[in-house]
């Protein structure tokens, strides 16, 4: 039986669970070529059905209870609003309110009429379309955190045990987190976290105030905290801290403000004077503190280590560092790439569990995130064919039989410091690339860093990139590894002197800590034999693993748009399924 969970909103996904497995699982902007997009995904819903041959599903779920009218913003819109930015104009009218209490109400006034306009007549239309995407299903709605919760189900080693979940973000369904215990194939909330006392939100305010864009932009600022002097960071950190706090009487953040309104509040207590690195250290240690205040209190209070996380502030990954180092802290699971893209999986599960009664002993546990499109050589050779590429551009294609395969070939390249664009095998779901949509290089040189941020990828200089390190090696490099497996760049770890000199290029550059994805010969066969080529050639057990995607666009999911991705940038070398193009 099908069960299609759908998240509609900023990172719109739709995923595919057939009998208790996820099949698929597609994010709109892979298609609509639109990042972060907004609104309702027809296209990976068109493109699920197309692929599994399903004429009618009988189960859909659909993440939110509240919803505006930006759940139908078109592909269109979702690249113009890109193009010229999102600033919220009342900032600093909000700001001046926020000295002047007198001017605050009336702009909250004015608040509740927009917000009643936005969310006018958006029910009757989504049922509308719903029926008309789906006229036989059954459609069921989730809350936001729940489905956050569900969503790290299919990740537990072991669903009969109980666990402790943990959720946080910046809003969703008028919450910001929630404390859960997961037993016996149920999961039953105990605490909820309001919007007004959102650490997510907090933290986006900084983003806000650094000339980022929120709820995309977090990850630069927890890059660039490392850099800033302790003692300046330090009293950002201190002035943070009397904003919010963990409560452990009530298991809940408590707020001195209301932090949806943070921006403002920033703005109007002068923090903008503090430097641009001691704003990130502030943040970002205030995130980490906070984190770990709410971990410590909800294993005394329920007396259970064994942690789950989902909810995008856990896409954090040197919070998550902090938090499995916690003695407190028994097992610790991330749900990978834990923002608003894995609702769509806690749906669907959600849903599944329902069915079953709370039984989840056919629940299959998902191995991998490679959840995506595929395509053959055939298919790829025909895109090569239809595309315009230059004369001077080298196609080849590599025997997979011989030696001197596809893998060998662009593991050779990777000793000779060379770039490579991959594009092989099925694209992988979620927000990092794990080698099937990826740009490597090889991590012994810092010039590397300069071709990839330059040529091809336009990164912030200082934000560093992630390793594929074989699986076999992880102990060689990686500091405090224990058991712990980590294949999906959710966490990251302190790094050996060997890393230093083998990794180098591909480590955190002011902190030395890696943010690896552990590959496993039985997780992608192809892309370990490519590491394992590499390791022959040079000794080494890791390679560069960065985004295959241009610069303010999503990775690259399909044949013409790897190709695309590779003729408009200074990227020398693609391996684009078992055939290699080079530009001479």
């Known amino acids: 039986m099908y069960i299609l969970g759908i998240h509609i909103g900023h990172d719109s996904t739709a995923v595919l669970l057939k009998d208790g497995e996820v099949m698929e699982a597609m994010s709109e902007e892979r298609l609509s070529r639109a990042k972060k997009h907004r609104g309702f995904p027809f296209l990976s819903i068109a493109y699920i059905k197309q692929k599994y041959g399903i004429n009618s599903i009988e189960e859909v779920v659909v993440v939110g209870m509240k919803y505006g009218?930006?759940?139908?913003?078109t592909a269109e819109q979702n690249l113009e609003s890109r193009k010229h930015g999102s600033v919220p104009a009342d900032n600093f009218l909000r700001a001046i309110g926020f000295r002047y209490p007198l001017l605050n109400k009336v702009v909250n006034v004015r608040d509740k009429w927009v917000e009643k306009r936005a969310y006018s007549g958006v029910e009757e239309k989504l049922k509308a379309l719903l029926t008309e995407q789906f006229p036989s299903a059954r459609i069921t709605r989730i809350e936001h955190h729940l489905a956050h919760a569900w969503a790290t189900t299919p990740f537990l080693p072991d669903t009969k045990k109980p666990y402790l979940i943990l959720t946080l973000d910046g809003a969703g369904d008028d919450l910001s987190g929630s404390i859960n215990i997961y037993k016996d194939g149920k999961i039953e909330r105990?605490?909820?976290i309001l919007i007004k006392d959102s650490i997510g939100l907090l933290y986006a305010a900084v983003v806000d105030l650094l000339g980022m864009a929120r709820n995309e932009h977090e990850f630069k600022v927890m890059g660039l905290a490392p850099y800033a002097k302790a003692s300046a960071g330090e009293k950002v950190y201190e002035k943070l801290k009397e904003l919010v706090s963990f409560d452990s009487e009530r298991m809940t953040f408590v707020s001195k403000i209301p932090l949806n309104r943070a921006t403002p509040y920033l703005i109007a207590n002068n923090y903008y004077l503090h430097r641009f690195d001691s704003l990130a250290y502030g943040i970002q240690k205030l995130a980490e503190e906070s984190i770990k205040e709410m971990v410590r209190a909800s294993v005394?209070?329920?007396g259970m280590g064994d942690i789950a996380v989902g909810g995008g502030v856990f896409m954090n990954v040197k919070a998550n560092q902090y938090v499995r180092e916690m003695n407190e802290v028994k097992s610790f699971i991330v749900t990978p790439s834990c923002g608003d893209e894995s609702l769509a999986i806690g749906a669907a599960i959600y849903r599944y569990s329902e069915r079953n009664k709370g039984d989840l002993g056919e629940l299959k546990t998902i191995e991998n995130l490679y959840l995506g499109s595929e395509y053959t050589d055939e298919e790829i050779k025909k895109a090569i064919d239809d595309y315009d590429l230059d004369s001077s551009i080298k196609v080849s294609?590599?025997?997979?039989?011989?030696?001197?395969?596809?893998?060998?070939?662009?593991?050779?390249?990777l000793a000779k410091n060379s770039v490579v664009g991959r594009f092989k095998g099925r694209a992988e779901?979620?927000?990092?690339a794990l080698g099937n949509r990826s740009i490597l290089a090889n991590p012994t040189s810092r010039e590397?860093?300069?071709?990839?941020?330059?040529m091809i990828k336009g990164r912030d200089f200082w934000m560093p990139f992630a390793t594929s390190i074989l699986y076999e090696r992880r102990h060689d490099y990686l500091?405090?590894?224990?058991?712990?497996?980590?294949?999906?760049?959710?966490?990251?770890?302190?790094t050996k002197p060997k890393a230093h000199k083998d990794l180098i290029a591909a480590l955190h550059p002011y902190d030395l800590t890696s943010r690896p994805q552990m590959v496993q010969k039985q997780t992608n066969p192809e892309y370990h034999a490519l590491i394992s080529n590499f390791e022959k050639l040079t000794g080494v057990g890791g390679i560069l693993n960065t985004s295959f995607n241009l610069h303010g666009e999503p990775n690259v999911e399909k044949p013409i748009d790897a190709l695309r991705t590779f003729v408009l940038s200074g990227l020398p070398h693609l391996a684009i399924g078992n055939y290699l193009l080079s530009k001479e």
């Open 69 to 73: 009218h930006e759940i139908f913003a």
């Open 190 to 192: 105990k605490h909820s």
């Open 300 to 302: 005394a209070k329920y």
């Open 397 to 413: 294609y590599c025997d997979p039989k011989d030696d001197e395969n596809i893998e060998y070939k662009v593991a050779e390249l």
């Open 429 to 432: 779901w979620g927000a990092r």
């Open 448 to 454: 590397n860093v300069k071709l990839i941020n330059e």
């Open 479 to 494: 500091e405090g590894v224990d058991d712990y497996v980590a294949p999906y760049m959710a966490i990251t770890f302190n």
